[in-house]
């Protein structure tokens, strides 16, 4: 089994930044693609950020030039976010593909005001 601990979420200012950070503790497991998604309050869950073990990333529209998906290690993955914008409020949640199938974590709030 794969266990993913989140942690980074927190309450900014528009245009402030924060760094999310997403790792499996002591997992036994080869971990492949790992990525960043993000509900808001009402709407769907949507794709943030991904990358693979290879670092070929992969982000939303949305957020390109302003967010950065990041490895440093097999387990661990890392989402900077600058420029935040209102529109950026939501619950983040990290995933990880490995040999049985697709962990998640229990996700990190993100608020940013006006």
């Known amino acids: 089994q794969v266990r993913l601990v989140e942690s980074g979420g927190g309450l900014v200012q528009a245009g402030g930044s924060l760094r999310l950070s997403c790792s499996a503790p002591?997992?036994?497991?080869?971990?492949?693609?790992m990525g960043w998604y993000r509900q808001a309050p009402g709407k769907e869950r949507e794709l943030v950020a991904t990358i693979t073990s290879d670092d070929i990333t992969n982000y939303a529209d949305s957020v390109k030039g302003r967010f950065t998906i990041s490895r440093d290690n097999a387990n661990t993955v890392y989402l900077q976010m600058n420029s935040l914008n209102p529109e950026d409020t939501a619950v983040y949640y990290c995933n990880a593909h490995w040999i049985a199938g697709l962990a998640w974590g229990q996700g990190t709030h993100v608020t940013v005001s006006s």
């Open positions: 002591g997992t036994r497991f080869t971990i492949y693609t």
